[in-house]
């Protein structure tokens, strides 16, 4: 073989070699997952009408959310349009074109890719407000002071099963003075004085879930 075919052979073979090397894609990271949503602020129903009720709920990071809802558990669901909900902040949707006097079930559904995924919550249910003059159950709670005279997290976990949820009633009032402030360090008139002892309360709201007024402060 002469001199200039090797040569031209090993150019060649160089040339197959840069080839390959620019074909094969460099390897990939993979994507890393979101970090898991919690919700400061579970779903909380207010402002029952004939034909209407609206849900609020805080999550600890920025989603895109939206309900589904049916007179039949499990579905087939009308499902709402989308809603962007910003962290730390209450967002509220108001489920529309209801029936008066009748049961619905509902469940949100959260996305943290601007709607390509979504993640589903358990489902709940609610009442739509009875016609004029219907007999109807309702609950009443005040100064419960769940961190000094309930006591115990069991204590308020039994009182919140029986009261809330014995009588299926249609709505909850909660009068207020449900946290003492009055005692504690010196400052307990800032917002972050108010809000620790008011966390107390926040792990019994889900207890009340369906009944619309639940778990106001």
């Known amino acids: 073989?002469?001199?200039k075919n090797s040569l031209l052979h090993v150019v060649t073979l160089l040339g197959l070699l840069l080839g390959l090397?620019?074909?094969v894609p460099a390897a990939q990271s993979a994507?890393?997952?979101p970090e898991a949503i919690t919700f400061t602020?579970?779903?909380l129903l207010t402002r029952p009408e004939a034909n209407s009720i609206s849900v609020t709920i805080v999550p600890n990071a920025a989603i895109t959310l939206r309900y589904q809802?049916?007179?039949?558990?499990?579905g087939p669901y009308t499902t709402t349009g989308n809603t962007s909900a910003a962290a730390n902040v209450p967002t509220t949707v108001v489920l529309g074109g209801l029936n008066a006097n009748t049961r619905y079930y509902y469940r949100m559904q959260y996305s943290q890719d601007g709607g390509s995924t979504w993640t589903t919550r358990d489902e709940y249910s609610f009442w739509t407000a009875r016609a004029p003059g219907s007999t109807f159950t309702f609950t009443i709670t005040s100064d419960s002071h769940v961190d000094i005279v309930m006591g115990v997290e069991a204590t308020w976990t039994n009182v919140s099963n029986d009261v809330l949820n014995r009588g299926a009633a249609d709505f909850h009032l909660d009068l207020g003075d449900t946290v003492a402030?009055?005692?504690l360090n010196p400052g307990c008139g800032s917002r972050a004085g108010v809000q620790e002892p008011a966390s107390v309360?926040?792990?019994f709201q889900p207890v009340a879930r369906g009944l619309p007024g639940a778990g106001q402060p």
Do not use: H, N
């Open 1 to 3: 073989m002469s001199r």
């Open 21 to 23: 090397l620019v074909a």
């Open 31 to 33: 994507p890393e997952a």
């Open 41 to 43: 602020g579970t779903e």
């Open 69 to 74: 809802y049916s007179t039949t558990s499990g």
């Open 181 to 183: 402030i009055r005692g």
């Open 201 to 203: 309360l926040q792990p």
